[in-house]
């Protein structure tokens, strides 16, 4: 699976829009991109997940380039409650459907 | 639906101990997984199931055996625990038919020190 390159942590204003990039350059053509975040202790929460189109669900965008090396996760109206890691990750459809995760990305919105 | 239950939630072992950390979930997913998560880092794949009687090794499974015997039902076992097996342990499941993957839901947790 290809690694993925994420910032350490963000902040983000209550009420704002939330862009958390990740870049995964050696991404293969059959790897998908999936969002996961993990709000404090808890399980990990699926997002969204996406292979070359940008898609749209009630929890977020994704945003993913041409060249599929790098994707943006947008969460359009950041809530508090929306302060969690958030994991971007390179996943095959072929092997199982394992998911390799990275650090993560740290989202702290601020009121 | 209840989802994805995991017990028990705490556990303290001395070590050199064993136990079975238990993972149900009533969603009919054919897919099941176990990770643990060490503090301040991403979780790590131990084993996971694509059905019942198949299992296979992930990224980090010495230390531990699986089985899956049911769809429900997969549970992680720790023979000799070891300090170094202290972290917290999740279960996942998910949904795949003809290649496609759907989305995997996670348990609760196991919390889990070895003293």
């Known amino acids: 699976d290809a690694k993925t390159t994420q910032p350490p942590s963000m902040d983000c204003a209550e009420g704002r829009a939330a862009n958390l990039p990740c870049n995964h350059s050696?991404?293969?053509?059959?790897?998908?991109v999936y969002w996961y975040r993990q709000i404090h202790s808890q399980g990990p929460q699926y997002i969204i997940h996406?292979?070359?189109n940008n898609e749209t669900n009630e929890m977020a965008s994704l945003i993913i380039t041409e060249d599929r090396k790098s994707s943006t996760l947008i969460l359009p109206h950041a809530t508090l409650r929306d302060t969690a890691v958030y994991y971007c990750?390179?996943?095959?459809?072929?092997?199982?459907?394992?998911?390799?995760f990275g650090q993560g990305t740290e989202l702290s919105v601020k009121p | 639906n209840a989802g994805v239950t995991q017990t028990p939630k705490f556990r303290i072992l001395k070590i050199g101990q064993s136990m079975t950390l238990q993972c149900t979930q009533d969603?009919?997913?054919?897919?099941m997984y176990w990770y643990r998560q060490d503090p301040g880092m991403g979780l790590k794949l131990i084993y996971y199931?694509?059905?019942?009687?198949?299992?296979d090794k992930g990224e980090v499974p010495n230390g531990y055996n699986v089985s899956r015997s049911t769809t429900e039902d997969f549970p992680l076992r720790l023979e000799l625990a070891a300090p170094s097996q202290t972290s917290v342990y999740f279960c996942?499941?998910?949904?795949?038919?003809?290649?496609?993957?759907?989305?995997?839901?996670f348990g609760p947790g196991t919390r889990l020190t070895v003293t």
């Open positions: 050696t991404i293969s053509g059959n790897e998908y």
């Open positions: 996942a499941s998910s949904y795949s038919s003809q290649g496609a993957r759907y989305e995997q839901y």
């Open positions: 996406g292979l070359k």
């Open positions: 199931s694509v059905g019942a009687g198949i299992t």
């Open positions: 969603m009919n997913h054919n897919y």
């Open positions: 990750i390179a996943c095959s459809h072929n092997q199982g459907g394992k998911l390799i």
